[in-house]
């Protein structure tokens, strides 16, 4: 009986031993591998950042980091925004974390009309201004997010230096189990996304008046873009998302002051 305790100990002691090694393993190479991550990631943004400009098509080519980086580094200025006065304010913006900032309660605040299911928005948020070679402004880029059929989709939204003509809606993340290939995945879709170009976000009267619809007619207008056929909750996902980053407790404010001339 002795002999069968020893062994059985011995072995309970290499199975804990294992363990312990496996979990340094395993803390380490994640300690490590961080900072790599954290760069992947950034590299990522910054690659449909140029997308939802037109400076990179990443539909039908792969392109490498240092055209990346390049390109984003020559064209796009992040800048740091205070969303309730519309603001720039100092910070260093490409590596500032929105989702992050938004689930700190001393760095965010919760949205009276959370349409878009966000839950928390963060005080600070980011956009991107995209300038061409003579340094003169052509494109901003607003991030935006909400929940679709499934999952919180993220996007950049880009619009015109007027803050009102649609240049394109680029969709490239989702949180959860994603939106449904065909269906709700067609928000990647390029035919989807060439529908957005040249859309106005406001009315004559200065109101929101973007729509994702199923209405052929408004479709057909300068403030219509057809819903995904089939998939009516992802489209009302879009939809909500962009009323909600386009209004009061999103944007709204620094797009005012940018259409009074606020970014020149």
């Known amino acids: 009986m002795a002999s069968n305790k020893d062994s059985f100990g011995r072995t309970l002691f290499v199975v804990v031993g294992l363990c312990f090694v496996c ?7 994640a300690v490590l591998l961080k900072p790599t991550q954290q760069e992947n990631r950034l590299l990522d943004k910054q690659k449909y950042i140029l997308e939802a400009a037109g400076l990179l098509n990443t539909k039908e080519a792969q392109a490498d980091k240092s055209q990346i980086l390049k390109t984003y580094n020559k064209y796009v ?37 959370d349409i878009a299911s966000v839950k928390r928005v963060a005080n600070k948020s980011v956009i991107y201004l995209v300038r061409d070679d003579n340094h003169k402004l052509q494109t901003v880029i607003i991030p935006i997010k909400g929940y679709g059929l499934w999952s919180t989709m993220f996007a950049f939204l880009a619009v015109e230096p007027d803050l009102d003509t649609i240049r394109s809606l680029v969709y490239y993340d989702f949180t959860g189990s994603g939106e ?7 928000v990647q879709n390029p035919k989807w996304i060439a529908k957005w170009t040249g859309k106005k976000l406001y009315d004559k009267k200065g109101d929101l008046a973007i729509s994702v619809t199923k209405n052929p007619t408004v479709a057909a207008s300068p403030y219509g873009v057809d819903a995904l056929s089939g998939a009516t909750l992802t489209s009302n996902g879009v939809q909500h998302s962009l009323t909600f980053w386009l209004g009061e407790e999103g944007f709204a404010h620094f797009i005012e002051k940018a259409r009074n001339g606020g970014l020149k």
């Open 180 to 186: 449904t290939p065909g269906l709700g995945g067609e």
């Open 77 to 113: 200025e992040a800048k740091l925004v205070d969303l309730k006065t519309g603001d720039f304010v100092a910070g260093d913006a490409d590596t500032f974390d929105i989702e992050k900032a938004a689930r700190n309660p001393a760095t965010s605040f919760v949205p009276k009309h």
């Open 23 to 29: 979990s340094m393993f395993v803390s380490t190479a």
